[in-house]
């Protein structure tokens, strides 16, 4: 058997609420296997809720349900493909930083957790508020150092 061209330790993947994300998630969880990596969700908060988290006028329960529902379906994939997963949540804008949007959030997370590789979910038609990952897939593939995977 020939060497691997590539060594996957950590496959990172953002998810929202959106099928797309989903989708991305078990991608996420089959190169895992493939490699014998783990997976790591990040989930995105969308700018309506991090400005209603800001203003104090969200239901921070809720929104922590919202979040937990996202990361065990990602969960529960990496279980079916029986690779270790973590989760975090991030905020995918900031009302002080230009600079903080989906991609660049994305981006970050790679970095700070030395992930090999990052499948990111193609943009949603929808324009449904909880799909927040409309433009990060893009920003990834023109700026990661990481092999990304666009689903």
Not at 40 to 50: F, I, P, T
Not at 72 to 96: C, I, K, M, Q, W
Not at 137 to 146: D, G, K, R
């Amino acid at each position: 058997m020939s060497p691997r061209p590539l060594s996957i330790d950590l496959v990172l993947v953002p998810v929202d609420q959106s099928e797309e994300a989903t989708r991305a998630a078990e991608y996420a969880a089959a190169v895992a296997a493939e490699y014998d990596a783990a997976v790591h969700a990040v989930h995105v908060l969308g700018e309506d809720v991090v400005r209603a988290i800001e203003q104090g006028v969200v239901d921070e329960d809720a929104v922590a349900e919202d979040s937990k529902a996202v990361t065990d379906t990602v969960s529960a994939l990496a279980e079916t493909a029986d690779v270790p997963v973590t989760t975090s949540v991030a905020y995918g804008f900031s009302r002080t930083s230009k600079l903080r949007h989906p991609g660049s959030v994305v981006l970050d997370t790679a970095e700070e957790l030395d992930a090999d590789f990052i499948v990111v979910p193609r943009e949603p038609v929808s324009g449904d508020p909880g799909e927040v990952l409309a433009k990060a897939a893009e920003y990834v593939l023109l700026y990661a150092s990481q092999p990304v995977l666009s689903v």
